[in-house]
């Protein structure tokens, strides 16, 4: 992972955002909401401009920040994002339409684990975005890989978690300890699985990237 000098620096390279997009980071940071770091989520739209998605699943909406920037990046896609919380969804709904992508963006609310028959009408999907409850996301890759196409892309974010995963020390807090085991063994199954070819890349809290592999587009 870089060092806060580095990613302070790599920041203030990053030409200015949207001011709707500023003003979510604004937003999430007073209001606390986990959003992607800029350059984690910098790196990740750079990326997307190579795979040319047009149709992407997100597991974990919040405000609505990245399906907004995937949305402004990558004006061919349609982004179909799932979020569980009331506040938080009818959050991104408002930013959804301030940021004039409400024709491409479709928001469900809902936990993930139950909305699978609904999401499977709008598949298959280019890309599939894990952005939710961290000790869930072997449950949740298992879940909507069926719905990926072949030659598609699984972006995991948060699988370094804050550098936990490698920690050689006892985390003292249990909460964070069973969390960084859970992201550890979700990596280690990633990496292993000979259907999918799986970099992590020490970006942001750390990004995989699992190709599916298969005919590629």
Do not use: C
Request: negative net charge; charged residues 30%; hydrophobic residues 40%.
């Amino acid at each position: 992972m870089l060092s806060g000098e580095l990613t302070r620096y790599i920041e203030a390279l990053i030409p200015d955002r949207e001011s709707i997009v500023q003003e979510m980071e604004a937003y999430a940071q007073e209001h606390r909401v986990p959003i992607m770091d800029i350059v984690g989520i910098e790196a990740m739209l750079h990326i997307l401009q190579y795979i040319e998605p047009k149709t992407i699943l997100e597991i974990g909406t919040a405000i609505g920040y990245s399906a907004i920037r995937m949305a402004l990046k990558l004006p061919a896609a349609r982004i179909v994002t799932i979020e569980r919380d009331q506040e938080r969804y009818e959050q991104a709904l408002f930013y959804i339409e301030r940021s004039e992508t409400s024709e491409r963006i479709e928001a469900l609310l809902g936990d993930a684990f139950d909305l699978y028959d609904e999401v499977k009408k709008r598949a298959p999907f280019d890309v599939v975005f894990i952005d939710a409850a961290k000790g869930q996301y072997e449950r949740f890759f298992r879940l909507y890989e069926p719905l990926l196409a072949d030659g598609g892309v699984v972006i995991t974010d948060n699988v370094l978690f804050k550098g936990l995963v490698a920690a050689d020390a006892p985390i003292e807090n249990k909460r964070m300890r069973q969390l960084a085991r859970k992201i550890r063994e979700y990596n280690e199954w990633l990496m292993s699985r000979p259907d999918y070819d799986t970099v992590i890349l020490p970006i942001g809290d750390g990004i995989a990237i699992s190709r599916k592999r298969g005919e590629t587009k």
